[in-house]
Nanobody, 118 residues
Framework: VQLQASGGGLVQAGDSLRLSCAASGRTFVNYVMGWFRQAPGKEREFVAEIWNSGKTSYRVSVKGRFTVSRDNAKNTVFLQMNSLKPEDTSVYYC?????????????WGQGTQVTVSS
């Protein structure tokens, strides 16, 4: 089972990036897919998640700027990041968990670096 995140890079403040996370080894159609990030010296934090139903939730600081979506046919989840800020600089990870309230994220990708310059 693998989650492969991609799409990170170095951008300027105000720019956009689209992260992708491709799942392989099993189908994640019924799983909740999430995005997390971790900046140097800081703890990993939740960014966004999407249920199979399309229900989404976001970290307050990214709401209105980031959009999480999924393509179940391609077993892929996306994170569209607009109006990027220097404080969004982090390694971004995708993850998956069973669709039950309160369950932990079980599967994790390797992370992709996003750097936003001011």
């Amino acid at each position: 089972v693998q989650l492969q995140a991609s799409g990170g890079g170095l951008v300027q403040a105000g720019d956009s990036l689209r992260l992708s996370c491709a799942a392989s080894g099993r189908t994640f159609v019924n799983y909740v897919m999430g995005w997390f990030r971790q900046a140097p010296g800081k703890e990993r934090e939740f960014v966004a998640e999407i249920w199979n139903s399309g229900k989404t939730s976001y970290r307050v600081s990214v709401k209105g700027r980031f959009t999480v979506s999924r393509d179940n046919a391609k077993n892929t989840v996306f994170l569209q990041m607009n109006s990027l800020k220097p404080e969004d600089t982090s390694v971004y990870y995708c993850a998956a968990r069973p669709p039950l309230i309160g369950t932990n994220y079980t599967y994790w990708g390797q992370g992709t670096q996003v750097t936003v310059s001011s």
